[in-house]
């Protein structure tokens, strides 16, 4: 059974990369029939964020990317909380047990020593200093302190902490799913810190000992963790456990290319970084989210999914099963994925154009008496799907509908004086004032009985029907572009087109 996990910190909103990590683990599982799981790794008390938790749920639930079990959804593997887990003693017996087998260590040094150690290795000319096997033995820990004064130190209860033991000399080799086969050599590796002073367990011990009893088959995570990976290798083999398969997916880069993609490009360019809306619960400061902007969910997840991920086909527009059958870590790129944030409104435009009319024309009519108020004559199932109808092609979101066709619920105010100045002459003046004859004339006030009844018109008249045609929109609509013309001519009826005909001529 293939399981995979979504591991995030509680240390904020989340962040998009980290939605399309999540994305990834999920599709990666239910391609496989297997199972995705919620942990919170909330071992980091400085850096907990009230409302971070609830707002990684609530955006794992927008996203459809629902995890089988987890905080917040149970399963057997309870709790998946890591500072609940801690309770349960279950890093220190871990721990334990790569101390008792020789595979880590106790040290003693307080923050002030290592920093000591630190300045004089630069003093003396060694850059990257690290507490290391070439280190180690001048600090205070209990390979270097003898026996009786490592216990005394710790029935005293000195502050501690546990170090994993690294032993030069090793290459330690992994199979990346993303990067294939992954070399590092263990002289470059720190003596990592497994257990902290306040008793909490690192990223490095706690995940691996939860992956363990989780039943983790596939860890899948940001390149940032990818020099910790060596580390990591090393405690599988400590404990004589197999090794998850890890990936490793590439940054999400910068719209301009260079570097990480951060909450400052979006403020700067205009996008949110975020699925939800945020607010920070010490600043007030509000942060856009997707959602909120108007995205739909599957736009969102489609996005994502292909910032790092190539489908090998022309197909760009995929739905959230479309993407659990195509997705294959073969085709994520090793390098950084550049973000559009055109192309991000690029897929919502699509997901708006394939959907229904009598959908949008729903939600539109909703929108609608909201803005207007529920009696307001034009608030109908029925006007607001002709609207939609018309406007479907020009907009990229469902609320820009209104903005996009206001002139389809207010008469103008103001005509493009462009097209007037242009247009407005004797020959149309005989022509508007003949047009409503004319257009009474249709046996069915459609598009199409329309237009033909206004062409015949002009050409009765002898003059060429794209002399008119335009100065006829700037009628309706008080702009010289828009929709098409005989449809909104059609949604209105001949009432509201003869009162725009009216009003129009008391202008002029
Ligand atoms: N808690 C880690 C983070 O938020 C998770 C990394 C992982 O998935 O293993 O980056």
Redesign the pocket.
Known sequence: MIRT?????PTGPLHMG?VR?ALYAYLFAKQHNGQFVLRI?DTDQNRYVPGAEEYIIEALNWCGIIPDEGVSFGGKYEPYRQSERKHKGFYMDYAKRLLDSGNAYYAFDSAEDLDIARKNAESAGQHGWQYDAFTRMNLRNSLSLAEQETKHLLDQDTSYVIRLKVQPGQTLTFTDMVRGEVSFDSALVDDKVLIKADGMPT?HLA?IVDDIMMEITH????EE?LPSAPAHILIYQSLGIPMPQYAHLPLLLKPEGNGKLSKRDGDRLGFPVFPLQWKDPITGEISSGYREKGYYADSFINMLALLGWNPGTEQEVFSLDELVKTFSFDRVHKAGARFDPDKAKWFNEQRLRHTDDAILGEHFYHQLKNILGADHPLATLFYATGAVKLLKERVQFENEFYEMGKYLFEAPTSYDDKVISKRWNDAAKVFLKNLPEALSSVSEFNAELTKAAFEKLAIDQGIKPGDVLQLFRVIMSGQGSGVDLFGMVALFGKHEVFERINRFQSAY
Request: proline content about 7%.
């Open positions: 996990r979504f591991a995030p910190s980290g990590t790794e990223y995940h860890a899948i995570r940001g963790w």
